[in-house]
């Protein structure tokens, strides 16, 4: 009987453990959603940041804790960046190859607003210029493109910057860890200070850096554009003479 009862006992413990393990894998699936609201949320939210709306009222309510943050994603963990290929360069490219491709769309959004903006103002200002209902008419209408125009450059603006800074935050962690495996592979505790530098101040350059990257083609790009266009209201050498 009292084998029996244990063999009873074991099979009801067994029956239960497999009951609650699609209960315990679903909630780590709903934590597995729950941890970046980003990944799962609309264009509008991603372009206003409505997702941590949530999270900015309860820290208006309390103070936050640890606790109600969300846990870092898969891809944002250095065991991740770390095991994106062989070789530092195809890690680079694996942790921050896309988000810095994404982010250099939104900077060309950024840019082209940028040149239009000018053009748009001498509509306007050809449109102040002249008399009558037709002028007034389409002088609010160019006032609105102008106000379209500065909303659209805005929003991509905060976009390419969201961007560039995760993938900035990326590259720092990357970084930080590649130093500290070097520093441990070849035994560097004679030199504590510039494995410290490499961490402390390198490695945060590289991340300051990448949120300005996009200018190293977006400036040249734009100031091509706008002498072309220089030239071609207000005319070369050949009105001087």
């Not at 264009?43 to 709306?53: G, H, K, R």
């Not at 910057?161 to 935050?169: K, M, Q, S, V």
């Not at 410290?196 to 850096?209: F, N």
Request: net charge positive; charged share 20%.
């Amino acid at each position: 009987m009292k084998t029996r009862s244990s063999a009873d006992t074991d099979t009801t413990d067994s029956s239960t453990a497999q009951s609650s393990k699609p209960a315990q894998d679903k909630s780590d699936a709903i934590d597995q959603q729950e941890q970046w609201p980003e990944r799962s949320s609309s264009c509008w939210s991603q372009l206003t940041f409505s997702d941590v709306t949530p999270l900015l009222k309860r820290g208006a309510q309390k103070t936050l804790d640890p606790e109600d943050l969300w846990p870092a994603s898969d891809e944002e963990r250095v065991r991740t960046l770390r095991g994106g290929g062989r070789g530092l360069r195809a890690k680079l490219s694996k942790a921050c190859g896309g988000l810095m491709r994404r982010a250099g769309c939104w900077q060309a959004v950024v840019s082209a607003g940028q040149l239009v903006q000018p053009l748009v103002v001498r509509a306007l200002v050809l449109a102040v210029s002249e008399d009558g209902a037709k002028a007034k008419n389409a002088a609010l209408r160019v006032t609105g493109y102008i106000a379209a125009l500065t909303i659209i450059v805005a929003f991509a603006q905060q976009r390419q910057l969201h961007l560039a800074t995760r993938a900035g935050t990326r590259l720092r962690a990357l970084a930080i860890a590649e130093v500290y495996a070097a520093a441990v592979l070849r035994r560097r505790s004679d030199a504590p200070g510039d494995v410290g530098t490499l961490v402390g101040v390198d490695a945060t350059k590289l991340m300051e850096a990448s949120l300005e990257l996009h200018l190293v083609w977006a400036a040249p790009l734009q100031i091509v554009i706008v002498s072309v266009l220089l030239v071609f209201f207000v005319g070369g050498d050949e009105g001087a003479y």
